[in-house]
T-cell receptor, first 115, second 116 residues
Framework: NAGVMQNPRHLVRRRGQEARLRCSPM?????VYWYRQLPEEGLKFMVY????????ESGMPKERFSAEFPKEGPSILRIQQVVRGDSAAYFC?????????????FGPGTRLTVL | AQTVTQSQPEMSVQEAETVTLSCTYD???????LFWYKQPPSRQMILVIR??????QNATENRFSVNFQKAAKSFSLKISDSQLGDAAMYFC?????????????FGKGTLLTVNP
C-alpha cells in the first residue's frame, strides 16, 4: 500500500558491513511490524514496535539485528556485520487506521543483497 | 505457536478457469483471522481476502472466495474466471485475536501460473 514507505528499495552490502533499512508507517499510525522473506520462503515475523517501544521481538535473531522506532522519524531495522545469509527481502507493515480488522498493509520492501 | 501450511508449492490454471489453493493451519485458539495475500513479481504484498473465525459464512471478494472449515482448520482460496493478472505467489496467513499483537504467521506460499 502506498501509505507505507520503505527505503531504500534495493541495498547492496559486502560481508561485514552494516545495513540500515527504513520504514515509515501509514500516516498517523505508530505501529510497525518487520518481516523477512528469504528466497523461496514465506514472510516471517521479526519484530513489532510502537513509537519508542519494542513490543515483541520474538522473531529477531539474537545477534547482529536490532530495531528502533524513535519518537521522530522512521523505524529502522539495523543489521550489523552482514553475512550472505542475510540476503532477503525485508518488509514492514502497518495496521490500516480505522480498519475494523486492523489488517496490515505492507510497504514495497527492501531487497538486501550481501556480496 | 501457530503454524500455517500450504501444501501446493505450484499450481497452474487456464485463463477463465477456476483454481483452488489449499491452506491448513494449527492453533489452539478459538478466535482469529485468516488472510490470503497475493505477491506479484513486483513483490508488493496485496491483501486479497480475509475471514473471521467466528463467522460461519465464507468470505467473498468478486472472483475470490474462500472455503473456511474451522473444525478441519482449513482455509482454501478459490479463484474463478482466472485472469493473466492473477499470476503471482499466494500466501495464507493467520493472526491471533487473543492479544493486541497483530503479527501475522504466513505459509510458504503457492506460485500460481495462469496459462493463456
Amino acid at each position: 500500500n502506498a501509505g507505507v514507505m520503505q527505503n531504500p528499495r534495493h541495498l547492496v552490502r559486502r560481508r561485514g558491513q552494516e545495513a540500515r533499512l527504513r520504514c515509515s508507517p501509514m500516516k498517523g499510525h505508530s505501529h510497525v511490524y518487520w518481516y523477512r522473506q528469504l528466497p523461496e520462503e514465506g514472510l516471517k515475523f521479526m519484530v513489532y514496535l510502537q513509537k519508542e517501544n519494542i513490543i515483541d521481538e520474538s522473531g529477531m535473531p539474537k545477534e547482529r539485528f536490532s530495531a528502533e522506532f524513535p519518537k521522530e522519524g522512521p523505524s529502522i531495522l539495523r543489521i550489523q556485520q552482514v553475512v550472505r545469509g542475510d540476503s532477503a527481502a525485508y518488509f514492514c507493515a502497518s495496521p490500516a487506521p480505522g480498519s475494523s480488522y486492523n489488517e496490515q498493509f505492507f510497504g514495497p520492501g527492501t531487497r538486501l543483497t550481501v556480496l | 505457536a501457530q503454524t500455517v501450511t500450504q501444501s501446493q508449492p505450484e499450481m497452474s490454471v487456464q485463463e477463465a478457469e477456476t483454481v483452488t489453493l489449499s491452506c491448513t493451519y494449527d492453533t489452539s485458539e478459538s478466535d482469529y483471522y485468516l488472510f490470503w495475500y497475493k505477491q506479484p513479481p513486483s513483490r508488493q504484498m496485496i491483501l486479497v481476502i480475509r475471514q473471521e473465525a467466528y463467522k460461519q459464512q465464507n468470505a467473498t471478494e468478486n472472483r475470490f472466495s474462500v472455503n473456511f472449515q474451522k473444525a478441519a482448520k482449513s482455509f482454501s482460496l478459490k479463484i474463478s474466471d482466472s485472469q493473466l493478472g492473477d499470476a503471482a505467489m499466494y500466501f495464507c496467513a493467520y493472526r491471533s485475536l487473543e492479544r493486541s499483537n497483530y503479527k501475522l504467521t504466513f505459509g510458504k506460499g503457492t506460485l500460481l501460473t495462469v496459462n493463456p
